[in-house]
């Protein structure tokens, strides 16, 4: 703020032209709306710890974190399981922050039981959600880019955007080799 001040760029308040135009945007402003554009993270925060919380009451996360268990043979194998516990999640919620804010404690309890590096389980638990948000074709990324595809007068389906995608793929694949074919210290 105090930049954009010192070069002009930015008031304490909007300042308008005779018009009514905004001509120099008001710091108090840009605040007030990134505070309420956090509001909407904060919802789903809200939403997503109160999912978690019935889905553990009712034994589901007892039943998921047993059903991942076994196929889990060690660090490595850990590692492989909190990708698809985060990806399974994901696909159903469709949303990074309630996907990790419910596979967190699972994967947590994973790495604990397994021995794998704590640090590695939340890199796995982060990136998959990013992979597979980017890939299900009813996630935010691809609903946004077909949106701005209809502002430009362009009509594109989200099968044909997932066709284009080579971002998301890459990073599953540095993941799996991260996983497998690299060595440990």
Do not use: H
């Amino acid at each position: 703020a105090a930049i954009g001040w010192a070069l002009g760029k930015l008031a304490l308040f909007d300042l308008s032209d005779a018009a009514g135009k905004i001509v120099t945007p008001g710091a108090l402003d840009l605040v007030g709306k990134g505070t309420l554009g956090m509001s909407e993270t904060l919802i789903v925060a809200l939403l997503a710890g109160g999912l978690f919380k019935a889905v553990w009451d009712n034994g589901g996360i007892l039943w998921l974190t047993e059903r991942i268990s076994a196929f889990i043979r060690g660090p490595k194998t850990c590692e492989l399981g909190v990708f698809a516990l985060v990806s399974a999640v994901n696909c159903f919620t469709a949303n990074n922050t309630v996907a990790i804010v419910i596979a967190g404690p699972i994967a947590k309890a994973c790495s604990e039981r397994f021995g794998a590096s704590p640090v590695r389980i939340a890199s796995v638990l982060d990136t998959a959600s990013c992979v597979v948000q980017g890939l299900i074709p009813y996630g935010a990324q691809i609903l946004i880019a077909i949106g701005v595809a209809k502002g430009l007068d362009y009509t594109v389906d989200s099968l044909t955007l997932l066709k284009c995608l080579y971002y998301q793929p890459l990073l599953a694949v540095a993941v799996f080799v991260s996983m497998f074919a690299m060595r440990r210290r």
